[in-house]
């Protein structure tokens, strides 16, 4: 089947691999759609969050900037948003972006209508919307944090303390537990050609979009072809981690949910057997694509993962 002329594609993450995905489909489409976790609470994200009770701006920005077009005015204002106050003032570590979506907020009341406008100002390809209409927390049930009882479930809080936690995560959960979706988010995802879940931190960053349930029933109901993408490597929260093991996480915190299309690289998924058999239970296939960073880091290429897409994309709706 041919690509459709400029997909629809709605692609939910946080971070850094979400940024990797937008990079690579503004290269397939100018219809791209990024759903964004809302989590954060450490650095400038949590700083602002806590003093003016607002969702967490980072993860959105980072999401702005990288849709901003690869010219001139594209990349600089996408330098501009990432950079960083210095010093040891009150505005020190602030991202000069977290400051602008933060100010927009307060100026405009609504959180995606001050997203599309900053979106606009800065010429993005695409739109950047909230997963949930409010913040939320990160729970995780964790073994091996008391090495006197290694066996003993304990519960940390907070999307920074699970992401950087050295005992072993089981589980997650989203505080409040049934959190309202963003309804521009919900029906994204419902008109989409195609959604993209993945890579990122599969704790922080990937399962919570399963957790909220309107964004989770449209995903389980929509027509769109359904695109998981593995990490190259397993992240400090899935440290030992088989592929497998991804993929059942996914199923154990959102049973019902079930992807056409599984893309990995083949160092993730060439010693674990257990890869086909894992994705076919969710009623999908495994594409194994040379998609790793050549520096020898555990990030996608995104010129080789947008070829991926570009392949994957042409083969239409289910």
């Known amino acids: 089947m041919t690509l459709p002329t400029h997909p629809r594609v709605v ?3 946080g971070g850094h691999g979400l940024s990797a995905t937008l990079t690579a489909l503004r290269r397939v489409t100018e219809r791209l759609i990024a759903v964004v976790t809302v989590a954060d609470d450490g650095g400038s994200s949590g700083r602002l969050r806590d003093e003016f009770n607002i969702l967490p701006p980072g993860d959105l920005r980072m999401a702005l900037a990288a849709l901003c ?3 001139e005015h594209g990349r600089t204002w996408a330098s501009v948003l990432q950079a960083r106050f210095r010093g040891d003032g009150p505005l020190a570590g602030h991202a000069i972006g977290n400051l602008l979506i933060a100010g927009m907020w ?3 009341g609504d959180e995606v209508a001050a997203l599309d406008m900053v979106g606009d100002l800065l ?3 695409g739109r950047v919307l909230p997963m949930s209409s409010v913040p939320l927390e990160i729970e995780a049930d964790v073994v091996g944090l008391d090495p006197f009882a290694p066996d003993e479930v304990n519960t940390l809080t907070g999307q920074s303390t699970v992401a950087k936690a ?4 089981q589980a997650v959960r989203l505080v409040p537990d049934r959190p309202p979706a963003r309804p521009e988010a919900v029906q994204a995802i419902r008109d989409a050609d195609a959604i993209v ?4 931190s599969w704790f922080t960053s990937v399962i919570p979009h399963l957790l909220v349930p309107d964004l989770r029933d449209a995903i389980v109901e929509t027509e769109a072809r359904r695109i998981l993408v593995l990490n190259i490597a397993p992240a400090d929260e899935t440290s030992g981690f088989s592929a497998s093991r991804h993929i059942e996480l996914l199923a154990d915190h959102a049973p019902g949910v079930r992807f056409d299309v599984v893309i990995a690289d083949p160092r993730f998924v060439a010693e674990d057997p257990h890869v086909p058999e ?3 239970s969710l009623g999908g296939r495994l594409v194994v694509a040379d998609v790793a960073s050549r520096d020898g880091t555990a990030t996608h290429d995104t ?3 947008a070829e991926v897409f570009t392949d994957v994309l042409g083969e239409g709706k289910r």
């Open 123 to 125: 010429g993005v390809r």
């Open 303 to 305: 010129n080789r993962l």
């Open 166 to 169: 050295w005992a072993e995560v």
């Open 11 to 13: 692609a939910l993450g």
């Open 278 to 280: 894992y994705i076919e």
């Open 106 to 108: 307060q100026q405009l």
């Open 197 to 200: 879940l993945g890579p990122g």
């Open 69 to 71: 077009s690869d010219d």
